[in-house]
């Protein structure tokens, strides 16, 4: 249960808790635990409950993965196996995200760091894909390049994507965070260490269009059809889930099932803390019900 919970600040966000429209919910760490080759997922406590009470009140969710190894068909599939029913529509990834976000701004030619669920989102959204895997012609025609959960990466492919920075391309990352959760402990991010190496070599810094990112924040409104601050944010990471939603004006609700402990939220500058820290969401369930 969360600290100090007749503390003014705490008592105020139990009533925006409960009073939220909308709810977005991080995948590793807070609904379900995978294994570091992205296999099979375990679902944590509380959260079959919590999504069964939000359907019966009609109250909208969606969930957000920094994950771009699987499409959000593909998520759903994955999840619908272990017992979470949420809709395609309503799972985002970076990818995904980016795709709008490329769309919107004219960009057409999109160079590709990863597996098929990096790439297969801006295909689906007409998109035109290059993958320096399949040997790229023409880098120097990109308008941007794209950095997903990619292990299998070759040198090669690092020499292309900088070859399109030089050239004039942005550079864009699913995540730039150095770990994510596992049934196993924490796995390294390695779009993060993909980045790293073109960086060094192009000076060009990555924007990123997953987590933190308050345009993965907007995108997730607009699929719930909710202002940013109807939304009540559930993430297990300080540096991810907790900015987004302040970024945003929404609710920000950390949860200790993933990577971050109570202290490490607590360690945080007050301003940047989440407005209410729970164990788990079997927590967020109980005070969410009452």
Not at 30 to 49: F, R
Not at 185 to 201: F, K, P, Q, Y
Request: hydrophobic fraction near 45%; proline fraction near 6%.
């Amino acid at each position: 249960m969360p600290n100090n919970m007749n503390s003014p600040d705490q008592s105020e966000a139990i009533e925006r808790l409960r009073a939220a429209r909308g709810f977005l919910f991080d995948l590793d760490g807070t609904l379900v635990l995978g294994d570091k080759h992205n296999k099979g997922l375990k679902v944590l406590p509380g959260v079959l409950e919590l999504l069964q009470l939000l359907k019966e009140r009609r109250i909208p969710f969606a969930a957000l993965t920094n994950g771009t190894v699987r499409t959000p068909a593909a998520y759903e599939t994955k999840l619908s196996a272990a017992g979470i029913d949420i809709p395609a529509s309503n799972i985002m990834t970076p990818s995904s995200v980016a795709a709008q976000y490329f769309a919107s701004l004219g960009m057409k030619k999109i160079l590709v760091l990863g597996v098929e669920g990096v790439w297969r989102p801006f295909q689906d959204a007409g998109l035109e894909v290059m993958l320096p895997s399949d040997g790229v012609a023409d880098p120097e025609t990109a308008d941007a390049v794209f950095v997903g959960w990619y292990r299998q990466i070759h040198m090669d492919e690092v020499e292309t994507a900088c070859n399109a920075v030089w050239a004039g391309a942005g550079l864009f990352a699913a995540s730039l965070v150095p770990f994510f959760a596992t049934q196993h402990g924490r796995a390294l991010g390695s779009s993060r260490v993909i980045c790293a190496m073109i960086t060094s070599l192009t000076d060009m810094h990555p924007t990123v269009l997953g987590k933190p990112s308050v345009e993965a924040l907007k995108n997730a409104g607009r699929i719930l059809g909710l202002e940013t601050s109807e939304i009540a944010v559930v993430g297990d990471d300080p540096h991810l889930e907790i900015p987004m939603a302040h970024a945003g004006g929404a609710l920000a609700i950390g949860v200790q099932t993933g990577i971050a402990s109570q202290e490490d939220f607590e360690s945080l500058p007050p301003a940047e803390r989440p407005h209410l820290t729970v164990n788990g969401v079997a927590d967020l369930y109980e005070l969410y019900a009452q």
